[in-house]
């Protein structure tokens, strides 16, 4: 594979190209197709009417830039999937403009959580796979401008930081958005040699994992400043969710036990207090931190990762019966809501924002079990999105599963995530290594080159 002129890395490409553990069924080949061609419609979107910007606006033919300026997250959010699909014209595409156009120069404040997820990650996976120096440059160049946001009393990060100034604002903060820097900043200092990007970002889980409940349990908002909780739910939802999933993550990626032990106490107490089995199928409810006693029976599209990390953990009893339960979430109403009530299955925020986590729980553990089932979910999800959200310019988000309607978003994760793991779970044999590889929460592959 070649992406322009530039051979892709040697070393790299045989750590995540290599033979996969099982021959597809006779219909994956059929249907990774569709997923790829569904990839190019999107990109051929974003080109037409998007390029250079942020995002497409699929119904309008329009785009929008996250800060006023573009930082180019639909292309590198995308690039990575462009190499696993064999896209070479899109990806070289995609990199021209990344590196003749990206900079971090701007007098704006962004999100630091959203802009290391998409934009960091994005930039060391397309290091790793593409093999360019420069992918690295901009990687460590952005990482700098986001370190001043770590300097609070608790080395907990405000949540946005101005990439010029190095200004914070927003001291209260939240796990996911605190516990979910490790994989990208860890990574950067194994390639940089920089320990700083490393014992920065972990010092910031550490002081969260510190301050969590009697029970083990972390609430749902905290002042970065005095370590105080403003807010005692805790959950496995939005806010929450990739703080679980990066404990895990950065142990598997970087073998540092202290993450293996808060990992092991951390789901201990959410499988102790959280979970919830009903007459339709077991949940993980929405709880106080400090009693465990459950507040609301509320489950969403967010929630719906927690079968792939259960999986990659190691249980599967959780992690098999709760992706029956995301299933259902989807299936009930053609497309997975934002959240429902799951003691009713009445829905609570009807709107799909295009989200990855249900069809990505589905290829993890096809992955792990080897079971076709999980393979047959995926193909109805997909088929689901060709046919609720596919449109002229692209595809759309919709405000609401009830109806249907569309809604004039299309998230660079979906390239990201939704689609690459769509392709992932029915792909040929040859296109990915998972043992060798861990994803980010934006699913942008990392591998420990370094050991």
Same mark, same amino acid.
Not at 321 to 328: D, I, T
């Given at each position: 594979m070649r992406i322009g002129r530039k051979p892709i890395v040697a070393v790299v490409v045989l750590g995540l190209l290599c033979a996969?553990? &099982?021959?597809? %069924?006779?219909? =994956? +080949?059929?249907?990774a197709e569709q997923v790829k061609d569904a990839f190019v419609h999107a990109w051929d979107g974003y080109e037409r009417f998007a390029w250079g910007h942020d995002q497409l606006l699929p119904l309008t033919g329009g785009a929008r830039d996250w800060y006023g300026v573009s930082f180019y997250m639909t292309p590198v959010d995308a690039f990575d999937t462009m190499l696993l699909m064999d896209l070479t014209e899109q990806a070289a595409e995609a990199k021209t403009l990344i590196l003749d156009s990206l900079s971090f120069d701007k007098d704006v404040s962004v999100q630091v959580f959203e802009v290391t997820i998409r934009l960091l990650g994005g930039l060391l996976s397309a290091y790793q796979m593409d093999g360019d120096p420069k992918f690295l440059a901009l990687a460590t160049d952005l990482a700098d401008r986001l370190l001043p946001a770590f300097g609070s009393p608790t080395g907990m990060p405000f949540r946005f930081v101005n990439l010029r100034t190095g200004v914070t604002e927003g001291p209260v903060s939240n796990p996911? *958005?605190?516990?979910?820097?490790? !994989? $990208?900043?860890?990574? @950067?200092?194994?390639?940089?040699?920089?320990?700083?990007? #490393?014992?920065?970002a972990k010092r910031a889980v550490v002081a969260l994992y510190d301050r969590r409940s009697s029970p083990g349990l972390v609430g749902s908002r905290i002042d970065v400043r005095t370590g105080e /909780?403003? =807010?005692?739910?805790?959950?496995?939802?939005g806010g929450i969710d990739s703080y679980y999933e990066y404990l895990l993550k950065s142990w598997r990626l970087f073998g540092d036990e202290d993450f293996h032990r808060m990992w092991e106490t951390s789901i201990a107490a959410v499988n102790q207090y959280l979970?919830?089995?009903? +007459?339709?199928? !077991? /949940? #993980?409810a929405h709880v106080d931190m400090n009693t465990g006693d459950r507040t609301a029976t509320r489950f969403g599209a967010l929630d719906a990762f927690l079968p792939a990390v259960l999986a990659l953990g190691g249980d599967l009893d959780h992690a098999?019966?709760?992706? *029956? =339960?995301?299933?259902?979430?989807w299936t009930t109403f053609g497309i997975e809501p934002e959240e429902l009530d799951y003691s009713t299955m009445e829905v609570i925020a %009807?709107?799909?924002? @295009? &989200?990855? $986590?249900?069809?990505?729980s589905a290829y993890y553990l096809y992955h792990v079990?080897?079971?076709?089932? #999980? &393979?047959?979910?995926?193909?109805?999800?997909? *088929? =689901?999105? @060709? $046919?609720?959200?596919r449109v002229e310019?692209?595809?759309?988000?919709l405000s609401s599963v009830v109806t249907m309607e569309k809604a004039d978003q299309m998230e660079s994760f979906f390239l990201a995530e939704t689609l690459k793991y769509a392709y992932l779970l029915f792909a040929p044999a040859g296109t990915l290594d998972f043992d060798a590889i861990t994803f980010n929460t934006e699913a942008h592959p990392l591998q420990p080159t370094w050991q």
């Open positions: 996969c553990r &099982r021959a597809p %069924p006779d219909d =994956s +080949a059929a249907i996911a *958005e605190i516990g979910t820097l490790m !994989l $990208e900043f860890g990574t @950067l200092s194994k390639l940089t040699g920089k320990p700083v990007y #490393y014992d920065t /909780w403003r =807010s005692t739910s805790s959950h496995v939802s979970a919830d089995t009903t +007459a339709t199928g !077991l /949940w #993980y098999k019966r709760l992706m *029956e =339960s995301c299933y259902r979430m %009807p709107a799909y924002p @295009l &989200r990855p $986590e249900n069809i990505e079990t080897g079971d076709q089932r #999980y &393979r047959d979910m995926g193909r109805t999800m997909f *088929e =689901s999105l @060709l $046919e609720h959200t310019n692209g595809f759309a988000a």
